[in-house]
């Protein structure tokens, strides 16, 4: 176990330099420079940003430079956003999307498995007709539909929450709790994964309860609800966990969209500004950033799979 | 993905779904419209009616009969504009009586230009008065104002012959074609980006499947990889680092979706290369490139174009993603990821703009997938509970 974690651990390590020095030359294969779309600015100043930023230097050299500040954990200055570094950016704004996507997250995950138990146990009942709607709708309505439709309904129409904006920001819908700006993005984040984990678990369910194991369990004289509990909802939430890995690449997608959408100063707006500003630190900065935690949370799920599975445990020795 | 034998090996052939039947002729209706509803669509995307606006579905549109530039405005909006103008120009005009039209009656809508500032430096609003009233109200308005008479008008209220069947949008363009044409570019971009990920996923499965062994583990290790990193920031950066295009959008779009393709592919030529045909095709003494081209990968189309249907909708919808942030097809070039963006920023206002594109493009990702599953499940019923990826 130590070792399997100790060699995933070592592999995170190539692919976070191939990552970040595919993004730095594609960046800079791209004609134009980040100062060029701006009005013209005399020479000498022009001369002097560049040597601030280093892009007076030569490729290489800005290279391994880069790759040492990234060693720093800090990619220096953004350009957009003048007299603040890429950490202070992340550290001042990651909390923001944390704030409604991990309870998006949590609430599709406990929705999900709950409508998908509900599905499986009573099949062909209203439960699962539920579920199968819902993971439907969850197909065909993605989150920059789904995110102005809840706003239109929940918001506008009924008016009980915010439809845009976020706490601290300009209060147009004055009188509403700060928790409250955070409701409708976790439920339009949270809206596709519940779709999506009430389908998994339901068919993973009835996978298991139709299994060897869950039959011998019940031959054995055990009751039901330590049949549901111990043996078959553990097994039939692997594919769940396993479509965690996804779940949060797609999850990074969805936090653009919603930090559009709904007007959050989270940091996927600052990925997204970075990239048409062309804020090379930011853009590099975050690339990386979000590389790094998609791959160690891919990390997490995979060791969350061994636990909830004897036979992969067995494997991983 | 298991590996699983040949899928074709003496099953039973079974008929479509009536759901995935039903899916398919959704789908076909909606690119038929698409294709050539533009073409034979009675009003250009391009014609624009700037002094309407955006006017809610099949509205009456009332023609304001001038001198010269054209007045439009939809019934909803006068009867807003009305309550709007009385109550403003109560403020105006001390003791002057709301106005309120009896029931058919036509009534004209008087315009201060907005840039002319009222008695406290504001734009005066525009107010309704009857037909001929017009020249009365504008002499009692006309002390308040700047002393510049060249800006008074009235008009005439008619019945224009104009009807929107999903109204318009801010400049007035016709929603209906414009969703349209958006579903053309959208279901262009789906088809062309799917091609390019399946032609991609096709060698490069064929390839790792069939040299096996260090290539393959090698091959299949790298696709791993990629299938854990966050590959929507690389088509962003493409997209933005690069001249946008639509051939780049297609590039990007299908360098991202192949993965699962090639995973596919590899796990069918597995299960076939040791095929007696394959044999005999060796010992013909073909080489391995004929084999693979030639003999293998067709073989392997069967399941790859089940798979290519279920990835139509994901490159639509990460089209219209990119679309949505800005980033994707640029206006005035429409794509339902641009319209429902203009129709989220203006859904308080003109909710139309939103519902209109939004069901459109919901009902067809609905029938790709309806589409999609039904044809899995005629081939490999067994991975009718098996995730899609």
């Known amino acids: 176990m130590a070792r399997y974690l100790l060699r995933r651990i070592l592999l995170v390590v190539p692919v976070l330099w191939a990552v970040a020095t595919l993004t730095f030359f594609l960046v800079r294969a791209a004609p134009g420079d980040p100062f060029s779309a701006e009005k013209s600015i005399p020479e000498e100043s022009r001369a002097e940003i560049e040597a601030f930023y280093g892009l007076d230097q030569p490729l290489p050299v800005q290279y391994l430079r880069y790759l040492g500040n990234l060693l720093r954990l800090d990619p220096g200055y953004s350009y957009s956003h003048p007299g603040f570094t890429v950490g202070e950016i992340i550290r001042d704004h990651f909390p923001t999307t944390l704030a409604y996507a991990v309870p998006g997250f949590l609430f599709a995950l406990f929705l999900g498995i709950g409508l998908g138990l509900l599905a499986a146990l009573r099949r062909g009942g209203w439960g699962d007709f539920l579920a199968s709607t819902l993971a439907l709708a969850g197909i065909c309505l993605p989150t920059f539909v789904i995110g102005p439709l809840l706003a239109l309904l929940l918001g506008a129409w009924l008016g009980l929450l915010p439809t845009v904006g976020w706490s601290g920001g300009a209060d147009f819908g004055a009188g509403f709790p700060p928790w409250a700006y955070a409701v409708l993005p976790a439920l339009t984040l949270g809206f596709l994964y519940t779709a999506f984990v009430t389908r998994l678990t339901r068919s993973g369910l009835l996978e298991a309860l139709g299994s060897d194991f869950v039959r011998t369990a019940r031959a054995k004289g055990l009751g039901r609800p330590r049949i549901l509990w111990r043996h078959a909802l553990p097994v039939s939430l692997l594919p769940v966990v396993n479509f965690l890995g996804p779940a949060l690449a797609g999850g990074l997608t969805g936090s653009f969209v919603i930090e559009t959408l709904f007007h959050i100063p989270g940091l996927g707006q600052f990925f997204v500004d970075a990239a048409i500003n062309r804020d090379y630190p930011l853009l590099l900065g975050l690339v990386v950033f979000y590389a790094t935690l998609i791959l160690l949370l891919n990390l997490l799920a995979d060791l969350l799979q061994a636990v909830l599975n004897p036979r992969i445990r067995e494997e991983m020795g | ?389």
């Open chain 2, 1 to 389: 993905m298991t590996e699983r034998p040949p899928p074709d090996a003496g099953r039973p052939r079974r008929p479509l779904s009536p759901v995935a039947l039903g899916a398919a002729l959704v789908l076909g209706l909606i690119a038929l419209l698409c294709a050539v509803g533009p073409l034979v669509w009675p009003v250009s995307s391009a014609t624009t009616h700037l002094s309407l606006g955006a006017t809610p579905p099949l509205a009456t549109i009332l023609e304001l009969e001038t001198t010269g530039d054209e007045r439009l405005l939809d019934l909803p909006r006068a009867d807003r504009l009305a309550a709007n103008g009385n109550r403003a120009l109560g403020d105006l005009l001390p003791g002057r009586a709301p106005l309120e039209p009896a029931p058919g009656e036509t009534i004209a809508w008087v315009q201060v230009p907005p840039v002319l500032p009222g008695p406290e430096g504001y734009p005066v609003p525009p107010a309704w008065v009857r037909p001929g009233e017009g020249e009365a109200y504008l002499a009692a308005v006309a002390p308040h104002l700047e002393p510049d008479p060249g800006w008074q008008q009235t008009w005439k209220v008619g019945a224009s012959p104009l009807r929107f069947l999903l109204g318009t949008d801010e400049l007035g363009r016709d929603l209906a074609v414009r969703i349209l044409e958006g579903g053309r570019l959208s279901l262009a971009v789906g088809l062309a980006a799917t091609l390019v990920s399946v032609t991609i996923g096709l060698l490069y499965g064929g390839i790792a499947g069939y040299a096996g062994g260090r290539v393959d583990t090698l091959l299949m290790r790298i696709v791993d990889v990629l299938y854990s990193l966050p590959f929507l920031l690389f088509v962003i950066l493409l997209m933005v680092v690069f001249p946008r295009s639509l051939l780049l959008l297609f590039l990007a779009i299908g360098a991202v979706e192949w993965l699962t393709t090639a995973r596919i592919v590899r796990g069918e030529i597995l299960a076939r290369k040791r095929l007696p045909y394959v044999l005999a095709a060796r010992a013909l003494g073909l080489g391995h490139g004929t084999i693979l081209l030639r003999h293998l990968l067709p073989n392997t189309l069967g399941p790859v174009l089940v798979y290519a249907t279920l990835t139509v909708p994901t490159v639509i919808l990460l089209e219209s993603v990119l679309s949505f942030l800005g980033l994707g097809v640029q206006p005035p070039a429409s794509s339902w990821g641009i319209l429902i963006n203009e129709g989220a920023e203006r859904m308080l206002a003109y909710p139309w703009m939103l519902v209109g594109p939004s069901l459109l493009f919901a009902l067809t990702l609905l029938s790709l997938n309806l589409l999609g599953d039904g044809l899995r499940d005629r081939l490999d019923p067994r991975a009718r509970f098996r995730l899609r990826r």
